[in-house]
Nanobody
């Protein structure tokens, strides 16, 4: 069993900052990748940022230069530092992890419950 627990969402004014965290727990053998997706009201889910094995990161064009993704491998945690937030960043943010469970050979996708980020004055 694997559980992803997200924290750090909330209300912030435009131009402000938030830090999201996601911790994976369970019978984890290894984590191939962790990342963040978001879904705004009436919009499709979209990739925000990913942190892939080897330290490779990828960002959506809309957040490049403003968001930074990082991982704490010892804690099985991924963080998303969000700066210069805009109203259009308002969305439910979902943590995603590609994890191989101990005792199994396959890699599965796991998702957090989502955390609300609201950017408004």
């Amino acid at each position: 069993q694997v559980q992803l627990v997200e924290s750090g969402g909330g209300l912030v004014q435009p131009g402000g900052s938030l830090r999201l965290s996601c911790a994976a727990s369970g019978i984890i053998f290894n984590i191939n990748a962790m990342g963040w997706y978001r879904q705004a009201p009436g919009k499709q889910r979209e990739l925000v940022a990913t942190f892939i094995t080897g330290g490779i990161t990828n960002y959506a064009d809309s957040v490049k230069g403003r968001f930074t993704i990082s991982r704490d491998n010892a804690k099985n945690t991924v963080n998303l530092h969000m700066n210069s937030l805009k109203p259009e960043d308002t969305a439910v943010y979902y943590c995603n992890a590609k994890i191989r469970v101990r005792g199994l050979g396959n890699v599965n996708d796991y998702w957090g419950q989502g955390t609300q980020v609201t950017v408004s004055s």
